[in-house]
Nanobody, 118 residues
Framework: QVQLAESGGGLVQAGGSLRLPCTAS????????MGWFRQAPGKEREFVAA???STADTFYADSVKGRFTISREGYLQMSSLKPEDTAVYYC????????????????WGQGTQVTVSS
């Protein structure tokens, strides 16, 4: 059984940076990557970024492209943060299928709050 834990969230001013680690314990043999999603109050959980371990291919939502970077080790480096990036950020393990759909991910962490002030 895999357990994931996000950390590194907090309050930051617009234009600032944060680094969100995703710490994993245990192991799953049926996964091929991991990803980050976020959920703002009153909104659905949305895709942010994903990485496939074997190829190091990375995928990003248009809204974060050029500002966020996901590492093969699973951390999310966020730069040039905007107030609209405010949300709870979750990491999860990718099992199969599209990397942008949360239904294709498992072993979700509890999330870490990121708040960007204007």
């Amino acid at each position: 059984q895999v357990q994931l834990a996000e950390s590194g969230g907090g309050l930051v001013q617009a234009g600032g940076s944060l680094r969100l680690p995703c710490t994993a314990s245990g192991r799953t043999f049926s996964s091929d990557g991991m990803g980050w999603f976020r959920q703002a109050p009153g909104k659905e959980r949305e895709f942010v970024a994903a990485v496939i371990w074997s190829t190091a291919d990375t995928f990003y939502a248009d809204s974060v492209k050029g500002r966020f970077t996901i590492s093969r080790e699973g951390y999310l480096q966020m730069s040039s943060l905007k107030p609209e990036d405010t949300a709870v950020y979750y990491c999860a393990v990718h099992m199969s299928g599209s990397v942008t759909s949360p239904q294709n991910f498992a072993f979700w962490g509890q999330g870490t709050q990121v708040t960007v002030s204007s």
